[in-house]
């Protein structure tokens, strides 16, 4: 493997690959095993930072370990929940409860649990047998996933079952095989923009908890809306995703997550190693930027990296955190305020003293007093989604005795501007702060062009978005060179091709079998997704 070909995302990897390039941590560990516990747990983090691949180490753990633990790991996706019509609000409700019910009866399947005459699961289906009743889910939520393919097709919306049916059906398969309880796994919980989903989805994670049954959801920073059922305080526990930079065995760890992928780039490290710890450090934590930047530096040495920090971060990043504007033009003001909040007003306060002085700034942290404007927090909260920020800590007391929330600027971004990316990432990794923010006020004057929009009458154009982008080339979606070119050779070439293809489809190809082309539709599947999603 080259550089050119590392991962970027856990859905390029099978299983057997999450177990290979595990780098192990104590905030890790101590997540995982909560990821396998009976909490329910909220993951939380930006796009990149790893919470597919946590969620699929827990699976393969608790896969290794069920004759011992009898624990059932089931893994469930709900990336294409943007697909759907999000003007029938029980079309994404019978679809979530359709698509978990058919995962978990696969997986019983999959470890001999269920026999081909078992009843289960046969009161969600009016007495049809098991393997009857997952077929009928699987055909309903593949139905209502492919809709947008042809409007006027009848659908049939109502799956016949409810949160208390499925807890019947696995307590009474916990019972008749001595399994202890099922761990369901959610991937894209809840969905970006897309809040009556959430606050649906939100309602049924709380509903389904039992002893037999708990739920762990993976969701994004800043973009999520709980609803009013589901209090995060009482209802879960939230876990946030995100390395410390500061850590003592931070870069340790990113050096080992990229030479576990590719041994031979453990002598390249060695011998640049301020190079490769300017990007690691570069990176904020975010294992998929770091593969990403370590990747287009193609021969890692200063001047590459110097090159590549400046495009990615002061191009790359910011051109897909405005990309959002174009796909959610309700957004529009908060997200264009947001860059120039950022790029024209902090970051530079920020430089200034390093003309005055002659010595970077070490701040990276600014800190936003909790009253300050509903547009200016929803502005924030999607430079988190983008992970150009990280919120740093809530209900902090900052100067004068104010309380607000303290942010952490991604250090590429903070450093990209700078004439030597590199060496003002290292100098910063030895002198950051976090006591030292910059401070904004409830009533600060920049507020001001967007103090009164109202957030909650922003619009939501999913329906309208998706159409006109099914014609856009598979060039824009973030996948590795491999798999785009493979999808190429096959025909699909196009976002709307590639929604429309089945695994059947890509095993047209030269040497691409059942599990090969499951992995090539979970990959393409997810980059399109994600794209769509922002």
């Known amino acids: 493997m080259s550089a050119n070909e590392l991962h970027f995302r856990t859905e390029d990897l099978t299983l057997e690959d999450v177990g290979k390039y595990f780098v192990e941590t ?12 009976k ?16 969620l699929k180490v827990a699976q393969k753990e608790m896969n290794d370990d069920f004759s011992n633990s009898k624990t059932l790991a ?75 393919k042809n409007e006027s097709t009848p659908l049939e919306v109502d ?33 970006v923009f897309i809040p009556e989903q959430q606050r649906q989805f939100f309602t049924v994670m709380r509903d389904l908890r039992s002893p037999y049954l708990s739920v762990k959801a993976a969701v994004y920073p800043g973009v999520t809306y709980f609803g009013d059922s589901f209090q995060l305080s009482h209802d879960a526990e939230l876990i946030n995703v995100n390395r410390n930079i500061q850590d003592p065995t931070y870069l340790t760890s990113m050096r080992d997550i990229v030479i576990r992928q590719d041994p031979s780039l453990e002598a390249s490290i060695t011998q640049n190693g301020a190079v490769f710890d300017a990007l690691a450090f570069a990176s904020s934590g975010n294992p998929r930027t770091l593969l ?9 040495n200063s001047n590459n990296a110097q090159r590549v920090m400046k495009e990615y971060y002061r191009d790359t990043m910011w051109g897909e955190h405005s990309a959002l504007a174009d796909r959610y033009i309700g957004h529009r003001a908060v997200i264009d305020w947001g860059r120039e909040f950022l790029q024209q007003h902090v970051i530079p306060m920020l430089r200034s003293k390093q003309r005055q002085t002659g010595d970077p700034d070490k701040r990276i942290y600014l800190w936003i007093h909790r009253d300050a404007p509903a547009a200016v927090k929803e502005a924030l909260r999607l430079l988190c989604y983008s992970g150009i920020l990280h919120e ?19 250090v590429g971004i903070r450093t990209a501007p700078e004439a030597d990316p590199v060496t003002a990432a290292n100098w910063l990794r030895g002198n950051i702060s976090i006591k030292r923010m910059v401070e904004f006020g409830a009533n600060h004057e920049l507020y001001e062009s967007i103090a009164r929009l ?32 493979r999808l190429k050779d096959l025909g699909f070439d196009t976002v709307g091709k590639i929604l429309a293809a089945s695994e059947t489809d890509f095993q047209q190809a030269k040497w691409v079998g059942p599990v090969r082309s499951r992995q090539m539709m979970n990959i393409a599947t997810a980059a399109v997704m994600e794209y769509l999603s922002g």
Request: hydrophobic share 35%.
């Open 39 to 54: 909490k329910t747990i909220v993951l939380q983090g930006a796009r990149g930072v790893g919470k597919s691949f946590l």
């Open 74 to 148: 089931v893994y469930v996706t709900f990336n294409k929940s943007g697909l759907l019509d999000s003007s029938d609000s029980e079309r994404f409700k019978h679809w979530m409860l359709a698509k978990i019910c058919e995962r978990i009866i696969r997986e019983a399947r999959k470890k001999g649990l269920l026999q081909s005459q078992s009843s289960v699961f046969a009161t969600l289906s009016s007495g049809q047998s098991d393997d009857a009743t997952a077929s009928r889910l699987e055909t309903l939520w593949k139905t209502v996933e492919d809709a947008w």
């Open 26 to 37: 104590g905030f890790d560990r101590q997540t995982i095993n909560s990821l396998k516990s």
């Open 292 to 300: 990403k930047t370590i990747s287009a530096t193609s021969k890692l």
């Open 392 to 410: 740093a800590g809530s209900g902090l007391v900052a100067t004068r005795g104010l309380t607000g929330t303290r942010y952490m600027l991604n």
């Open 159 to 191: 799956s016949g079952i409810d949160p208390e049916m499925i807890k019947d059906a696995v307590e009474d398969l916990c019972d008749q095989t001595g399994t202890s309880r099922i761990v369901l796994l959610i991937d894209e919980a809840a969905h």
């Open 454 to 485: 109202d957030v909650e009458k922003m619009d939501e154009e999913r329906q309208e978005f998706i159409k006109s982008q099914l014609g856009r080339t598979v060039d824009e979606l973030d996948m590795t060179a491999f798999a785009r070119g």
